[in-house]
């Protein structure tokens, strides 16, 4: 597929999603058979119902903080609104997407204010055009953090002076020096792959950026991409020069609509300064598909295909976007880079405490401050919320790394938030995205909201998935409304997870039942009807 029929996903945006002819138009502007053009288009959510033009965050965080109700306000005030999936929002909850920008804290009031006219819905809350959450350091000093999200964002190019110096051994040299782990969800090795890359015989390679940050709990990235562009398109830029690559493309999930303006502006500063000669930077937006934040899946969006995960081996690393060899790493991973290029991969393994760095930690639901923290890899719960400002109630379950992570119960607080303690008690760090529970919250109620996530954002390329989504979501839905043989329906539910966990192709089904499973496990007392 070349680069006039990869535009397919961006004509359609312009033309205003899936409107009557619009595929045909794309398709013949483009040589795309028209169905195909469809298919991709009705993939994803902004560009299939393109008459929704203000979709309610329906997260657990905006769910707790009370977005059911808001939704249905809307509606009943003729407003064209459905529901959407997270939208890396959680700490200013309830966020609405109105067309592409989220409006952070949206009110009843605010509701009412616009009337039947959803162009006048505007969020009271939006004091800051950037509408930054909350965020804190985890040293008394900020500047002796890797991202330093108090810092202002500087274009000077010191730390990719110092790589070009340093050469590409010397670069992956630090970088596995530091121990740095994939801050995605995966906890790869970094410079496992950045060796892969740069070992493959085809030199036409590629950089991605995975921007497209959709896990329920999950906001981190969006603050990284807000405050600290320059550390992403430096980290990029190095990157791009150690693996023998010169084309970066930034994926950007659709509804960062204001990310994108901050990080479109680096780029263009960083031209104008001459900072990264050779590096050509390409921004390319998602349109809604929680799928894509899955690398494979991210590729074939970028290639103007349904965002299905790929089949691995082979893996991006030899075969990636367009069939070169491909480095992908996300917006937190990147960002830490230079930092490790100009301070050395000892220092930064040594800012951890049972893991290497700092780890940006999320953290939203019944909390006082939510917001993005930086702090040593392996705090626990109780540092975290401490930073936060403290709980609000009593604490009963927490989800240490967004919906894939499940639910762990309040004894388990001090248990480091890092990849192996997590693991170990059946759980994951993931991205890092935690939402407290209080006791006000009905677990059984949780574990569906978080089912009704992954069944709305199976991309149904396997059946384990596709089908096993809804029958957990639909148990629940039958516990929930008192139905009967509910007992013989949940003693079903450990075959349907062993399934989904053995035969998906990737983590989305993998992952899935873990909040019903978890649930199950700690809070039976919420199942007992």
């Known amino acids: 597929m070349n680069d006039e029929q990869a535009s397919i996903l961006e004509r359609l945006q312009k033309a205003g999603g899936l409107k009557e002819g619009a595929a045909r138009k794309v398709a013949r502007a483009t040589g795309v058979p028209e169905a195909a053009v469809y298919g991709a288009g009705s993939f994803f959510h902004l560009l299939s119902d393109p008459d929704t033009k203000l979709r309610v965050c329906t997260g657990l965080s905006c769910e707790m903080a009370g977005a059911r109700h808001l939704l249905e306000t809307a509606e009943a005030a003729g407003l064209p609104a459905g529901e959407c999936s997270c939208l890396a929002a959680c700490d200013v909850a309830p966020a609405v997407l109105k067309e592409r920008r989220v409006l952070p804290g949206v009110t009843l009031e605010d509701v009412h204010r616009a009337g039947a006219d959803w162009t006048r819905l505007r969020s009271s809350s939006e004091t800051d055009p950037l ?3 909350a965020v804190g350091p985890g040293r008394d000093d900020p500047a002796t953090l890797p991202m330093n999200l108090l810092g202002p964002s500087e274009n000077d190019g010191a730390a990719f002076a110092r790589a070009a110096g340093l050469g590409p051994e010397g670069v992956i040299a630090e970088l596995e020096a530091s121990g740095l782990q994939g801050r995605g969800g995966a906890g790869f090795p970094a410079h496992v792959k950045w060796k892969a890359v740069r070992s493959e015989t085809e030199t036409t390679r590629y950089v991605v950026l995975n921007a497209d940050e959709g896990e329920p709990g999950t906001f981190k990235d969006r603050e990284v991409l807000l405050r600290r562009p320059d550390l992403v398109l430096e980290g990029l830029a190095i990157a791009a020069n150690t693996i023998g690559a010169t084309d970066v493309y930034l994926y950007l999930r659709g509804e960062f609509e204001v990310p994108w303006g901050v990080v479109e502006n680096a780029v263009a500063e960083c031209g104008e300064l001459g900072l990264y000669p050779g590096i050509h930077f390409h921004m390319h937006a998602g349109h809604g598909a929680y799928i894509c934040g899955e690398e494979t899946a991210l590729l074939e969006a970028l290639e103007g295909k349904r965002g299905m995960p790929r089949l691995k081996p082979p893996f991006p690393t030899q075969n990636g976007l367009w069939g070169k060899p491909t480095l992908i790493h996300n917006v937190e991973t990147i960002a830490c880079v230079p930092a490790i290029v100009e301070r050395g991969g000892t ?23 939510p917001g993005t923290y930086e ?19 009593t604490l009963l379950a927490f989800s240490p790394g967004g919906a894939s992570s499940g639910f762990l119960p309040a004894s388990e607080r001090t248990r480091p938030l890092d990849f192996k303690a997590l693991a170990e008690a059946g759980s994951m760090l993931g991205s890092a995205g935690v939402v407290v529970l209080n006791d006000t919250v009905d677990v059984a109620w949780a574990a569906r909201e978080q089912l009704r996530f992954f069944e709305a954002e199976s991309c149904g390329q396997c059946a384990p998935c596709r089908i096993g989504t809804r029958y957990l979501r639909e148990v629940l839905d039958l516990h929930l409304a008192g139905g009967g043989s509910t007992n013989q329906a949940l003693a079903h539910v450990a075959d349907a997870a062993w399934q989904m966990n053995e035969g998906s192709i990737c983590g989305l089904g993998q992952a899935a039942p873990l909040p019903l499973m978890s649930a199950l496990k700690h809070f039976p007392e919420a199942f007992e009807r």
């Open 347 to 369: 220092w930064f393994r040594d800012l951890g405490r049972t893991g290497p760095g700092t780890k940006l930690y999320c953290v939203s639901g019944h909390v006082k401050r």
């Open 375 to 393: 702090l040593p890899l392996g705090v626990c719960l109780d540092e975290l919320v401490e930073a936060a400002g403290g709980y609000e109630g």
């Open 131 to 133: 509408w930054k959450g």
